[in-house]
C-alpha cells in the first residue's frame, strides 16, 4: 500500500544504472549535425515529422565511433533502445535495433532513465488512464491488470489521477498535431521500457539498491596518522594470510573438473533428458533417492570420493549393506546419528546425546564403536554437557576410519560389483516439437514436500525397527562383570588356544589392587544391575572359588543378594563358570592362592598372553587400566586405551550370549549424580 | 476567510470548500501543463523561450499551491467540520499534496536536464527529438490567458533561472514536508469518490496516424472491415429470403 512516494531526493542509487552517463555521453555525440547520425523525416499520413534516424545508420555510426565490427555495434545500440535513449517507430514493443531501414528516433532528455529517479507508479497510472481517455479498451491485458492493480492500492488518490489524466489530455490537445504524435510516442516509449510486457528481459532490472551513489567522487578523507596506520595493519594482515601456490589449487581444479565434466547438466548432456528442458520427469524418477536400481552415472559419481558416496541415499544404502555383510554397520550407523545430532532439533539434543552414549560410546554398548582413548576422552567429557558437536571428534574419527578402511574394500566387494553391473544406463529421448508441446502441456506439480518429509520419516522408522541390531560387533569388555575378572586371564587364554566362546569382559570390581578405592567402584557396581546380577549369579559357588571377591567389602555382595537372581543368567554363569575354570585347571593354573592372585593377573592378561603367576609388579599400571573402565563412572584422569575388537572374532561368540543379557548402561553424568547422591 | 466560515457555518464552509476544489482544480491543470513543457526540455524545442514558460508556469502553480494550502490547512484544522465535508476535505488535500509531488518531481527533472543542456553555453546540443511546434499554446492554458503570451524572454536568463529553480524546488519540497506535519490526514482512509476509468473524451487518438504505419491498429481496422463485411451478407442473405418469399408469395 503506498502512502505516498518515497520522496528521498534520489538517494536511491541503483547500481546497474550506472552506465547510464555513458550512454548520455554517447546519444550527445550522436546528435552532433556534422559527425553525428544523418536523421530523416518520416512521413505520415497527414504530416511529416523530422529526426527520424535509420536502424542502419545508427549501427554504421556506432561501428564507426568505436571501431568495432557491426555484430558488436549491434549490441551496443540494443543496448541504447533497451534502455530507452532511442525508440523505435514502428514495432514499438521490440526494444531491438534492427539494421535495416526501420525507424528510430532519439527520446527526449525529460524521459531518458535516471538512476536517481525510478518510474513511479503515480505517473503509470497517470498514463494509462489518459489512453482510456483517448479510447476505451485500447489497453493491452497486462496494462489493464496493472490499473486495476494500481486502482486498488492507489485508491485514495484515483480521483486525483483521473483528474491529471484529462488535464494532461486537455494540455496535450493544445499542441500542434505533430508534436503531440511525437508527444504520445515519445511517452508510450517511456512506458514500454519502464513497464515492460510481461515475459520480456528487461534492461530496466537493477537488482538491489544502494544507499551510496557508485558514481560519487570518494568523499576526500582527512589522511591522518590513524588512517595510515589502519591501512598498513589491514595490508600487513593480508600479507600474512596463508596462501596457496595456484598450480597446487589450479591442480585441484583441473582435477575435479576433468573427473566431473560429464556429469554436468550444463556441459554434458543429461540421460535420458533434462527435465528442465523437455518436461520430462524420468530423468527425476530414475534418480529419486531410494531408488531400486541407480543409474550408471550416479554409480560412477560414487566412485569419485567417499563423500560422494555418503552423500547419495542410494550409495548410502549400498554401503550400509556392504557394512552389513562384513559387521561394520555401527560405524556408519554412529555417523548418521551424529549427522542427526548436528543437524537435528535442539530441544531432543540432550536426549539423543544419551542415547548415541548408551547405544554406541559406552563400555559395554551394543553397538560399540572403535574410537582411540584420546577421542573417547573428550567426548565423554564433553557429554556431561551436551551439544550439538559434542560428538564431532568421534564423528571425523569414524568418518575417516569408513573412508581409509571400508571405502577401499567396499570398492572391491561383489556388492558394489553387483550394484555396477545392475545399473541402468537410459536411452537418450530424442523428442520432437510437437512432442516437446505436449509435455509441456502435460506438467503436473510435484508432490508436496509435506507428503514427501511424512515418507522420509516412514522410511527411518522402517530401518530403525528393522534393527539397528544388524549383526552388532560386541567388545570384549561392554560389560563390566566383576566375577569376570579372573576370566579375563582365561579369556586371553582362551584366545591363545584358539576361537572360543569368550564371555564378555568384564569390569574389575573386585581389584583389590585397583588404586582407586574401593567405594566409588563398589558403588559402580551397584549402578550395574547387570553385573550384579551375575555376581550374585555366582552366588555361594563363587565364594569359595572367588576368594579374591570375597576381599571385596560384604556390602556388595550383600546389595547383590538383595537382588533376584535370574534364572538363565545364573545358568548361564554358573556354566561358564565351570567351564573357564576348567579351562583354567588343564592349564595347570592351581588353586584358589593361585586364582586370588589372579585378579591382577588379569590385568596383566589383558595385554596379550597369560603372564606367569608371579608377575605381581606388573599389576601396578595394570590397574589403572582397568581403572579406567571406571573412569567413565568414577572420574579418574584417564590413560584409556580400549582395546580394538575384532568384530569377525567377537560376533560369533558373543551374540548368542550377549543378546540374552540385558544390560544397563550408564552415563557418566547419571552416575556422577549417583555418586553424588550416595555420597 | 475565516471569518466567513464562522459566520455562515455549514454554507460558509460549503462555498469554502467550493473555492478550494477551484483552486485544487486549476492547480491540477497548471501542473498538467508543466509537464507538457517540460517534456521539452532539452530536446529540438528547447530555448529561452520555452524555459522562461516554464519559469511562468512554475510560479502560478506555486502561488495557487501557497493558496489552496493556507485554506485547505485552515479548514482541516478545524475540528468541528462535519465528517460529510471532512471527507471532501481530506480528498482535496489527497489531489492538492499529489499534484504538488507532481509539481516537484517535474520540478526536479527539469533542474537536472537543464543543467546537462545549459541554452547559453554555444557548444550545447540540444537532442533531436521531432519536436517541431512552439508551446506557448500550454502556457496559455496554463496562465488562463485567452492568448497566447508572445513575449520574448530575455536572453541571459539561463544561469539565473537554474539557480532560482533551484531555491523553488526546494520551497517546495519544504512546502510538501510542512503540509505533512501540520496536518493529520490518513490517506490511507481517504476513500476515491470518482470513476476507475475516465470517460473517453474526444474522438481520434493521435496515435491513429500512426496505424497507417503500423500493424496492431489494423487489427481494428479488420475488426471494422470484418463488421462491414458481416453487415452485407447479412443485408444480402435478408435480401435473398425477402425475395424468395415474394416469389413464394407470388407463385
Same mark, same amino acid.
Given at each position: 500500500?503506498t502512502i505516498?512516494?518515497?520522496?528521498?531526493?534520489?538517494?536511491?542509487?541503483?547500481?546497474?544504472?550506472?552506465?547510464?552517463?555513458?550512454?548520455e555521453?554517447?546519444?550527445?555525440?550522436?546528435?552532433?549535425?556534422?559527425?553525428?547520425?544523418?536523421?530523416?523525416?518520416?512521413?505520415?499520413?497527414?504530416?511529416?515529422?523530422?529526426?527520424?534516424?535509420?536502424?542502419?545508420?545508427?549501427?554504421?555510426?556506432v561501428?564507426?565511433?568505436?571501431?568495432?565490427?557491426?555484430?558488436?555495434?549491434?549490441?551496443?545500440a540494443?543496448?541504447?533502445?533497451? @534502455?530507452?535513449?532511442?525508440?523505435?517507430?514502428?514495432?514499438?514493443? #521490440?526494444?531491438?535495433?534492427?539494421a535495416?531501414?526501420?525507424?528510430?528516433?532519439?527520446?527526449?532528455?525529460?524521459?531518458?532513465?535516471?538512476?536517481?529517479?525510478?518510474?513511479?507508479?503515480?505517473?503509470?497510472?497517470?498514463?494509462?488512464?489518459? #489512453?482510456?481517455? #483517448?479510447?476505451?479498451?485500447?489497453?493491452?491485458?497486462?496494462e489493464?491488470?496493472?490499473?486495476?492493480?494500481?486502482?486498488?492500492?492507489?485508491?485514495?488518490?484515483?480521483?486525483?489521477?483521473?483528474?491529471?489524466?484529462?488535464?494532461?489530455?486537455?494540455?496535450?490537445?493544445?499542441?500542434?498535431?505533430?508534436?503531440?504524435?511525437?508527444?504520445?510516442?515519445?511517452?508510450?516509449?517511456?512506458?514500454?521500457?519502464? #513497464?515492460?510486457?510481461?515475459?520480456?528481459?528487461s534492461?530496466?532490472?537493477?537488482?538491489?539498491?544502494?544507499?551510496?551513489? %557508485?558514481?560519487?567522487?570518494?568523499?576526500?578523507?582527512?589522511?591522518?596518522?590513524?588512517?595510515?596506520?589502519r591501512?598498513?595493519?589491514?595490508?600487513?594482515?593480508?600479507?600474512?594470510?596463508?596462501?596457496?601456490?595456484?598450480?597446487?589449487?589450479?591442480?585441484?581444479?583441473?582435477?575435479?573438473?576433468?573427473?566431473?565434466?560429464?556429469?554436468?547438466?550444463?556441459?554434458?548432456?543429461?540421460?535420458?533428458?533434462?527435465?528442465?528442458l523437455?518436461?520430462?520427469?524420468?530423468?527425476?524418477?530414475?534418480?529419486?533417492?531410494?531408488?531400486?536400481?541407480?543409474t550408471?552415472?550416479?554409480?560412477?559419481?560414487?566412485?569419485?570420493?567417499?563423500?560422494?558416496?555418503?552423500s547419495?541415499?542410494?550409495?548410502?544404502?549400498?554401503?550400509?549393506?556392504?557394512?552389513?555383510?562384513?559387521?561394520?554397520?555401527?560405524?556408519?550407523?554412529?555417523?548418521?546419528?551424529?549427522?542427526?545430532?548436528?543437524?537435528?532439533?535442539?530441544?531432543?539434543?540432550?536426549?539423543?546425546?544419551?542415547?548415541?552414549?548408551?547405544?554406541?560410546?559406552?563400555?559395554?554398548?551394543?553397538?560399540?564403536?572403535?574410537i582411540?582413548?584420546?577421542?573417547?576422552?573428550?567426548?565423554?567429557?564433553?557429554?556431561?554437557?551436551?551439544?550439538?558437536?559434542?560428538?564431532?571428534?568421534?564423528?571425523?574419527?569414524?568418518?575417516?576410519?569408513?573412508?581409509?578402511?571400508?571405502?577401499?574394500r567396499?570398492?572391491?566387494?561383489?556388492?558394489?560389483?553387483?550394484?555396477?553391473?545392475?545399473?541402468i544406463s537410459?536411452?537418450?529421448?530424442? @523428442?520432437?516439437?510437437?512432442?516437446?508441446?505436449?509435455?509441456?502441456?502435460?506438467?503436473?506439480?510435484?508432490?508436496?514436500?509435506?507428503?514427501?518429509?511424512?515418507?522420509?520419516?516412514?522410511?527411518?522408522?522402517?530401518?530403525?525397527?528393522?534393527?539397528?541390531?544388524?549383526?552388532?560387533?560386541?567388545?570384549?569388555?561392554?560389560a563390566?562383570?566383576?566375577?569376570?575378572?579372573?576370566?579375563?586371564?582365561?579369556?586371553?587364554?582362551?584366545?591363545?588356544?584358539?576361537?572360543?566362546?569368550?564371555?564378555?569382559?568384564?569390569?574389575? %570390581?573386585?581389584?583389590?589392587?585397583?588404586?582407586a578405592?574401593?567405594?566409588?567402584?563398589?558403588?559402580?557396581?551397584?549402578?550395574?544391575?547387570?553385573s550384579?546380577?551375575?555376581?550374585?549369579?555366582?552366588?555361594?559357588?563363587a565364594?569359595?572359588?572367588?576368594?579374591?571377591?570375597?576381599?571385596?567389602?560384604?556390602?556388595?555382595?550383600?546389595?547383590?543378594?538383595?537382588?533376584?537372581?535370574?534364572?538363565?543368567?545364573?545358568?548361564?554363569?554358573?556354566?561358564?563358570?565351570?567351564?573357564s575354570?576348567?579351562?583354567?585347571?588343564?592349564?595347570?593354573?592351581?588353586?584358589?592362592?593361585?586364582?586370588?592372585?589372579?585378579?591382577?593377573?588379569?590385568?596383566?592378561?589383558?595385554?596379550?598372553?597369560?603372564?606367569?603367576?608371579?608377575?605381581?609388579?606388573?599389576?601396578?599400571?595394570?590397574?589403572?587400566?582397568?581403572?579406567?573402565?571406571?573412569?567413565?563412572?568414577?572420574?579418574i584422569?584417564?590413560?584409556?586405551?580400549?582395546?580394538?575388537?575384532?568384530?569377525?572374532?567377537?560376533?560369533?561368540?558373543?551374540?548368542s550370549?550377549?543378546?540374552?543379557?540385558?544390560?544397563?548402561?550408564?552415563?557418566?553424568?547419571?552416575?556422577?549424580?549417583?555418586?553424588?547422591?550416595?555420597? | 476567510m475565516?471569518?466567513?466560515?464562522?459566520?455562515?457555518?455549514?454554507?460558509?464552509?460549503?462555498?469554502?470548500?467550493?473555492?478550494v476544489?477551484?483552486?485544487?482544480?486549476?492547480?491540477?491543470?497548471?501542473?498538467?501543463?508543466?509537464?507538457?513543457?517540460?517534456?521539452?526540455?532539452?530536446?529540438?524545442?528547447?530555448?529561452?523561450?520555452?524555459?522562461?514558460?516554464?519559469?511562468?508556469?512554475?510560479?502560478?502553480?506555486?502561488?495557487?499551491?501557497?493558496?489552496? +494550502?493556507r485554506?485547505?490547512?485552515?479548514?482541516?484544522?478545524? +475540528?468541528?467540520?462535519?465528517?460529510?465535508? +471532512?471527507?471532501?476535505?481530506?480528498?482535496?488535500?489527497?489531489?492538492?499534496?499529489?499534484?504538488?509531488?507532481?509539481?516537484?518531481?517535474?520540478?526536479?527533472?527539469?533542474?537536472?536536464?537543464?543543467?546537462?543542456?545549459?541554452?547559453?553555453?554555444?557548444?550545447?546540443?540540444?537532442?533531436?527529438?521531432?519536436?517541431?511546434?512552439?508551446?506557448?499554446?500550454v502556457?496559455?492554458?496554463?496562465l488562463?490567458?485567452s492568448?497566447?503570451?508572445l513575449?520574448?524572454?530575455?536572453?541571459?536568463?539561463?544561469?539565473?533561472?537554474?539557480?532560482?529553480?533551484?531555491?523553488?524546488?526546494?520551497?517546495?519540497?519544504?512546502m510538501?514536508?510542512?503540509?505533512?506535519?501540520?496536518?493529520?490526514?490518513?490517506?490511507?482512509?481517504?476513500?476515491?469518490?470518482?470513476p476507475?476509468?475516465?470517460?473517453?473524451?474526444?474522438?481520434?487518438?493521435?496515435?491513429?496516424?500512426?496505424?497507417?504505419?503500423?500493424a496492431?491498429?489494423?487489427?481494428? +481496422?479488420?475488426?471494422?472491415?470484418?463488421m462491414?463485411?458481416?453487415?452485407?451478407?447479412?443485408?444480402?442473405?435478408?435480401?435473398?429470403l425477402?425475395?424468395?418469399?415474394g416469389?413464394?408469395?407470388?407463385?
Amino acid at each position: 500500500m503506498t502512502i505516498r512516494n518515497v520522496r528521498d531526493h534520489g538517494q536511491r542509487y541503483r547500481p546497474r544504472m550506472a552506465c547510464l552517463k555513458k550512454v548520455e555521453a554517447l546519444v550527445l555525440e550522436m546528435q552532433d549535425p556534422k559527425s553525428g547520425v544523418k536523421s530523416q523525416t518520416q512521413r505520415l499520413v497527414i504530416t511529416t515529422i523530422p529526426h527520424a534516424i535509420t536502424g542502419e545508420d545508427i549501427v554504421a555510426w556506432v561501428a564507426n565511433r568505436f571501431n568495432i565490427d557491426a555484430r558488436e555495434a549491434q549490441s551496443i545500440a540494443t543496448l541504447m533502445v533497451a @534502455f530507452g535513449y532511442i525508440y523505435p517507430l514502428q514495432d514499438h514493443k #521490440r526494444l531491438i535495433i534492427k539494421a535495416d531501414t526501420s525507424l528510430y528516433r532519439f527520446q527526449t532528455p525529460y524521459f531518458w532513465p535516471a538512476q536517481q529517479w525510478p518510474a513511479e507508479d503515480t505517473d503509470y497510472a497517470i498514463y494509462l488512464a489518459k #489512453r482510456n481517455i #483517448r479510447k476505451k479498451g485500447v489497453l493491452e491485458l497486462y496494462e489493464q491488470e496493472h490499473y486495476n492493480n494500481l486502482h486498488k492500492w492507489m485508491n485514495h488518490k484515483w480521483d486525483f489521477i483521473v483528474m491529471q489524466a484529462k488535464e494532461q489530455y486537455r494540455a496535450g490537445k493544445e499542441r500542434k498535431k505533430p508534436d503531440r504524435v511525437v508527444f504520445d510516442c515519445q511517452e508510450r516509449a517511456y512506458w514500454v521500457v519502464h #513497464r515492460p510486457p510481461p515475459g520480456t528481459i528487461s534492461a530496466m532490472d537493477y537488482g538491489l539498491e544502494r544507499l551510496t551513489d %557508485p558514481n560519487a567522487d570518494e568523499v576526500k578523507k582527512k589522511k591522518t596518522m590513524d588512517y595510515y596506520r589502519r591501512i598498513v595493519i589491514f595490508t600487513q594482515q593480508c600479507i600474512m594470510r596463508s596462501r596457496v601456490k595456484s598450480s597446487v589449487s589450479l591442480g585441484a581444479i583441473v582435477k575435479y573438473i576433468t573427473t566431473c565434466k560429464n556429469h554436468d547438466p550444463f556441459l554434458a548432456m543429461c540421460l535420458p533428458s533434462n527435465p528442465w528442458l523437455t518436461d520430462d520427469t524420468t530423468y527425476w524418477e530414475l534418480n529419486m533417492p531410494n531408488v531400486e536400481i541407480p543409474t550408471k552415472m550416479r554409480v560412477e559419481r560414487w566412485t569419485f570420493g567417499f563423500r560422494e558416496l555418503l552423500s547419495d541415499p542410494r550409495g548410502r544404502a549400498d554401503f550400509r549393506l556392504f557394512l552389513k555383510k562384513e559387521f561394520s554397520g555401527e560405524n556408519l550407523a554412529f555417523w548418521e546419528t551424529c549427522e542427526d545430532l548436528k543437524w537435528g532439533a535442539a530441544a531432543t539434543m540432550k536426549d539423543k546425546a544419551q542415547q548415541i552414549y548408551k547405544t554406541f560410546l559406552a563400555p559395554g554398548a551394543p553397538r560399540w564403536i572403535n574410537i582411540d582413548g584420546k577421542t573417547m576422552d573428550i567426548t565423554v567429557k564433553g557429554l556431561v554437557h551436551p551439544h550439538r558437536y559434542v560428538l564431532d571428534a568421534a564423528q571425523t574419527h569414524i568418518y575417516m576410519l569408513m573412508k581409509k578402511d571400508s571405502f577401499g574394500r567396499y570398492m572391491k566387494s561383489t556388492v558394489f560389483k553387483e550394484t555396477q553391473k545392475k545399473a541402468i544406463s537410459p536411452e537418450e529421448h530424442k @523428442f520432437s516439437d510437437a512432442q516437446l508441446e505436449q509435455n509441456a502441456k502435460k506438467r503436473k506439480p510435484n508432490l508436496s514436500p509435506i507428503v514427501l518429509r511424512q515418507r522420509e520419516e516412514e522410511e527411518k522408522a522402517r530401518l530403525a525397527a528393522s534393527g539397528p541390531m544388524d549383526i552388532t560387533q560386541l567388545c570384549k569388555f561392554t560389560a563390566p562383570v566383576p566375577h569376570l575378572a579372573v576370566y579375563t586371564g582365561i579369556c586371553e587364554a582362551q584366545l591363545s588356544h584358539g576361537r572360543e566362546r569368550q564371555p564378555p569382559s568384564p569390569g574389575f %570390581p573386585t581389584l583389590p589392587n585397583s588404586a582407586a578405592c574401593p567405594s566409588p567402584i563398589s558403588v559402580a557396581i551397584d549402578s550395574t544391575p547387570a553385573s550384579e546380577r551375575k555376581f550374585e549369579g555366582q552366588g555361594g559357588s563363587a565364594a569359595a572359588q572367588f576368594p579374591s571377591i570375597a576381599e571385596v567389602p560384604l556390602e556388595t555382595r550383600v546389595s547383590a543378594s538383595a537382588r533376584g537372581p535370574d534364572e538363565s543368567q545364573l545358568a548361564s554363569q554358573k556354566s561358564r563358570v565351570a567351564l573357564s575354570l576348567s579351562r583354567f585347571l588343564r592349564r595347570g593354573c592351581g588353586n584358589a592362592s593361585v586364582l586370588a592372585s589372579l585378579s591382577p593377573k588379569c590385568h596383566s592378561a589383558m595385554g596379550g598372553r597369560v603372564q606367569p603367576l608371579s608377575r605381581e609388579p606388573l599389576s601396578q599400571p595394570q590397574p589403572k587400566r582397568i581403572a579406567n573402565f571406571f573412569q567413565i563412572k568414577v572420574d579418574i584422569p584417564p590413560e584409556c586405551r580400549i582395546y580394538p575388537i575384532d568384530s569377525e572374532d567377537e560376533e560369533n561368540e558373543c551374540t548368542s550370549r550377549v543378546r540374552g543379557t540385558v544390560k544397563e548402561i550408564i552415563c557418566p553424568w547419571e552416575s556422577i549424580t549417583k555418586q553424588d547422591q550416595a555420597g | 476567510m475565516d471569518g466567513k466560515v464562522a459566520d455562515d457555518g455549514g454554507r460558509g464552509s460549503q462555498k469554502l470548500l467550493e473555492e478550494v476544489r477551484a483552486l485544487v482544480e486549476t492547480l491540477n491543470k497548471v501542473v498538467a501543463c508543466y509537464h507538457q513543457l517540460s517534456s521539452c526540455v532539452g530536446g529540438s524545442t528547447d530555448s529561452g523561450q520555452l524555459r522562461h514558460e516554464l519559469r511562468q508556469t512554475r510560479e502560478r502553480a506555486q502561488q495557487l499551491a501557497l493558496d489552496s +494550502r493556507r485554506l485547505l490547512t485552515a479548514r482541516l484544522r478545524d +475540528r468541528s467540520l462535519a465528517p460529510p465535508t +471532512r471527507l471532501e476535505a481530506e480528498l482535496l488535500w489527497v489531489s492538492f499534496s499529489s499534484s504538488l509531488e507532481l509539481l516537484h518531481a517535474d520540478m526536479c527533472k527539469v533542474f537536472s536536464v537543464g543543467q546537462n543542456f545549459p541554452l547559453s553555453s554555444n557548444t550545447g546540443v540540444l537532442v533531436q527529438t521531432g519536436m517541431q511546434g512552439e508551446t506557448a499554446k500550454v502556457t496559455a492554458r496554463a496562465l488562463s490567458l485567452s492568448e497566447p503570451d508572445l513575449n520574448e524572454a530575455p536572453a541571459s536568463m539561463d544561469r539565473l533561472e537554474q539557480g532560482e529553480l533551484e531555491a523553488e524546488k526546494a520551497r517546495v519540497d519544504q512546502m510538501i514536508e510542512d503540509m505533512e506535519q501540520r496536518v493529520n490526514v490518513l490517506r490511507w482512509t481517504v476513500e476515491a469518490q470518482g470513476p476507475q476509468n475516465a470517460e473517453p473524451v474526444g474522438s481520434g487518438s493521435s496515435l491513429a496516424l500512426l496505424s497507417v504505419l503500423q500493424a496492431e491498429p489494423e487489427q481494428h +481496422r479488420c475488426k471494422r472491415g470484418q463488421m462491414f463485411v458481416a453487415a452485407l451478407v447479412v443485408s444480402l442473405a435478408a435480401a435473398a429470403l425477402l425475395l424468395s418469399v415474394g416469389v413464394l408469395y407470388l407463385g
